[in-house]
């Protein structure tokens, strides 16, 4: 079994900073790529920043130059650093993986998610 915990998210006012962080644990062999999607009331679940299986990272243009995601390989552990935030960053922020199991299965895992308001 697998787990994303995910931890972070919280109300701020517009351009302010949160730090997201998703630990994942369990029978892990290895995290082929991590990252972190978000939904909006309303909207579909988007990419927001994400590290590719090459090794790449990939973020959504919106964020770009705002978020900066980063990882602890050693803690198996993503983060998410938002700045300048806006309240149309409000959304549910996912914590997304394709993981390698120790049973050999690879899999998709998503974590609970975690809050994150923008507002005056």
């Known amino acids: 079994q697998v787990q994303l915990g995910e931890s972070g998210g919280g109300l701020v006012q517009p351009g302010g900073s949160l730090r997201l962080s998703c630990a994942a644990s369990g029978s892990i062999f290895s995290i082929y790529a991590m990252g972190w999607y978000r939904q909006a009331p309303g909207k579909q679940r988007e990419l927001v920043a994400a590290?590719?299986?090459?090794?790449?990272?990939n973020y959504a243009d919106s964020v770009k130059g705002r978020f900066t995601i980063s990882r602890d390989n050693a803690k198996n552990t993503v983060y998410l650093q938002m700045n300048s935030l806006k309240p149309e960053d409000t959304a549910v922020y996912y914590c997304n993986a394709l993981i390698l199991g120790t049973d050999w299965r690879t899999a998709d895992y998503w974590g609970q998610g975690t809050q994150v308001t923008v507002s005056s």
């Open positions: 590290f590719t299986t090459g090794g790449s990272t």
